[in-house]
């Protein structure tokens, strides 16, 4: 395992140094030390390669990552994993708001909660709350699969796309055009499978599914009241 | 006396005008405002209320056609590893593939690299056809973020954080669903035929201070080499400007009310933001105040039109302009070969503004097949590369006018302005005094 102290090397260097790895590299365990809650630390990744990050984490970590495995035994920032294409990032601790913001694919695990705005206009990344989340969380979702293993917060899929929201707690309160959907034996596999690829021992069948009503797709004249 | 009856003509209002009373009668059979583009259409205070004084005793001018008077712009000279360098001081402005025709995209590609310039990505991401076309591309990082991705951020030759914009600044967009084809409905990430939402707010980021560690992230991917640009509608050109050089942008873009291809309700766009013409001098005043003016370079754009725009731009402080309307019209948009089709849309060339409803007979904004195939984006290429020649041109007459071997040195001095609005909001006398409302002198 490569250890980089961020107390003697620039962030700059560090993430300059994992961007750049080759394909074929052979040093793909990586630890980050002395963090202290930088900010844009581990972003742009683009090899599957496992960087764990001790300490806790400023805004933006492991944003728009592809292919690696973050890490980070502690807590987070602002926008965790913003626009993650592919890999996973794992947090051991809570994340700020607007973790997986935009996130395109691949896989968030918040072992504790999450802020307000989680998941919001999620473009197909699948994340798993291990606790609750915030307000506006999955706000103009787009695709992928929000799962929250506590509560959420008020306006929970407001003007929601084509995003699967599943909540097994309580629902403070629903955004405009987000409701509790059936809960098919189709669904209940489809998040067992998730859950377990996340780790999060939860069943399945407790959790309530939340999507689209659709009735805001186009603009309506009629439906200004909704808004 | 004569006894032919008095005939008195018909007055129409000043208030209920024509127009007016037409609205009213829309508003009351549709009960839905009026959605367009092409910016605001009333009069505003403009580059046309401002005059260059040219050379006299006091000033020496520079021989036309033999003197060289220098037009290169070098943006993102600030942070960024690798500055952007441009022949000419005039880019094209951001207008998203799904709006326009990948052929109007492919169009402003070649027309703009033919002329040493950059053409700049939208809403909805970037495509291979105005990647290849353009030799320099900037990507816009907006707050829908359709189509973002990290490859295509490295790809680019720099970025531009679309804060807003000024045809509608504090609002979103709305691309509707009759112009969300399959391709484009997949670079967006949502449902063939609905209509998608822009949003107005960027999804991780809520103030200046958040926007700071925002760039620093897009730099740390990018490897600090690409510039960073903040556009930013016309509301509060000072500060926004500041607040954009303490977040640590390169490169601030201010758009006027006049920018206009974004498609929104007319309501906004004639009556929120400003004029270009009242925000290039708070923007460079802000520049001047943190002594980063021609450090952090200042692009304005709304209503861009000919070299005399230009110029004024520049003297203003300004260090480039960008392009929208004017560019789409430079590649064919409105032009009255179309007419009778223009006339079949309850139009005429010159004046159709409904670009978002995907019908444009020129074939520029629209994703119908058919009409797409009406422009030839090598012509229509050239067409606009003839533009931007003559915009160059006539910006290098009137520098040399005014004793300039560089468009970079026009400066306030040669400017008066023709109304006591324009001399303020421009800070110049107004002409034949020595005037400056708000300041001193009569």
Redesign the interface.
């Known amino acids: 395992m490569n250890v980089i102290d961020l107390a003697k090397t620039p962030?700059?260097e560090v993430?300059?140094r994992l961007?750049k790895l080759p394909k074929d590299t052979n040093e793909r365990l990586w630890k980050l030390v002395n963090v202290h809650g930088e900010?844009?630390c581990a972003?742009?990744l683009?090899q599957p390669i496992e960087v764990q990050i001790e300490g806790h984490i400023?805004?933006?970590c492991g944003?728009?990552n592809?292919e690696a495995t973050i890490v980070v035994n502690g807590q987070c920032g602002?926008?965790l994993a913003?626009?993650i294409?592919s890999g996973e990032v794992r947090v051991k601790g809570n994340a700020s708001?607007?973790a997986g913001?935009?996130g395109?694919g691949g896989l968030i695990v918040i072992e504790g909660d999450a802020g307000t705005?989680c998941g919001?206009?999620m473009?197909?990344v699948d994340i798993v709350v291990g606790g609750s989340v915030g307000a506006m969380s999955a706000?103009?979702a787009?695709?992928g699969s929000l799962v929250v293993c506590g509560d959420a917060g008020a306006n929970l899929g407001d003007?929601l796309?084509?995003a699967r929201i599943y909540v097994q707690g309580k629902v403070e309160s629903l955004g405009a055009d987000c409701v509790e959907k059936k809960m098919t034996p189709h669904h209940v596999a489809k998040l067992e499978k998730l859950l377990q690829r996340a780790g999060i021992n939860a069943d399945a069948k407790n959790f309530k599914r939340y999507g689209s009503a659709r009735k805001l797709?186009?603009?309506h004249?009629d439906n200004v009241d909704a808004y | 006396m004569s006894s032919t009856p008095f005939y008195t003509p018909p007055r129409w209002s000043a208030t209920f005008d024509p127009h007016s009373v037409a609205e009213i009668h829309r508003a009351a059979q549709t009960g839905i405002y009026d959605i367009r583009g092409a910016g605001a259409k009333r009069r505003v205070p403009h580059f046309d209320d401002l005059l260059f004084l040219g050379a006299s005793i006091s000033r020496y001018p520079l021989e036309g056609y033999r003197e060289k008077c220098g037009t290169d712009v070098v943006l993102g000279t600030r942070f960024a590893k690798k500055p952007i360098q441009l022949k000419i001081p005039v880019t094209i402005a951001g207008m998203s593939f799904g709006a326009l025709s990948g052929n109007a995209k492919e169009a402003l590609g070649h027309g703009a690299t033919q002329m040493g310039t950059s053409t700049t990505t939208g809403d909805g991401g970037m495509t291979p056809e105005e990647r290849i076309s353009s030799k320099t591309l900037v990507y816009q990082l907006l707050p829908s973020r359709y189509g973002m991705n990290p490859d295509d951020l490295r790809k680019a030759d720099a970025i531009e954080v679309v804060v807003g914009q000024g045809a509608k600044p504090g609002g979103g967009g709305m691309l509707l669903g009759q112009k969300i084809t399959e391709r484009v409905a997949k670079m967006r990430t949502l449902p063939v035929g609905i209509d998608q939402r822009s949003a107005c707010r960027h999804p991780d980021w809520t103030g200046p201070d958040d926007l700071t560690i925002k760039i620093q992230e897009l730099r740390e991917i990018t490897d600090w080499e690409k510039p960073i640009y903040i556009k930013v509608g016309a509301t509060r050109p000072y500060f926004d400007t500041a607040l954009a050089v303490k977040s640590g942008a390169d490169v601030v873009v201010l758009d006027g009310m006049q920018g206009g291809t974004a498609a929104t309700q007319d309501v906004f766009i004639e009556h929120v933001g400003l004029p270009i013409l009242a925000a290039i001098r708070p923007a460079v005043q802000a520049l001047q105040d943190l002594d980063m003016h021609r450090k952090v370079q200042l692009i304005v754009s709304g209503g861009i039109r000919n070299g005399a725009d230009v110029a004024k731009a520049l003297a203003l402080g300004a260090d480039a302009v960008a392009i929208g309307t004017a560019a789409l019209i430079a590649l064919g948009d409105n032009d009255p070969h179309w007419e009778e089709d223009y006339k079949k849309l309850g139009t005429t060339a010159g004046c159709y503004d409904d670009w978002h409803e995907g019908r444009d007979p020129a074939g520029i904004t629209t994703q119908d097949p058919e009409l797409a195939k009406r422009l030839d984006p090598v012509k229509a290429g050239k067409r606009l590369a003839n533009f931007l020649a003559v915009l160059t041109m006539e910006t290098q007459i009137i520098a040399r006018a005014c004793g300039k071997s560089h468009v970079h040195n026009l400066e306030p001095d040669d400017l008066v302005a023709l109304t006591v609005e324009a001399a303020a909001m421009a800070g110049v006398p107004l002409a034949g005094t020595n005037w400056i409302p708000g300041k001193s002198g009569m």
Do not use: D, P, W
């Open positions: 962030l700059r993430n300059s961007q900010h844009a972003v742009g683009n400023g805004y933006y944003g728009m592809q602002v926008g913003e626009n294409m708001a607007a913001a935009t395109q705005r919001i206009s473009k197909g706000f103009m787009q695709a003007s796309y084509e797709y186009n603009f004249v």
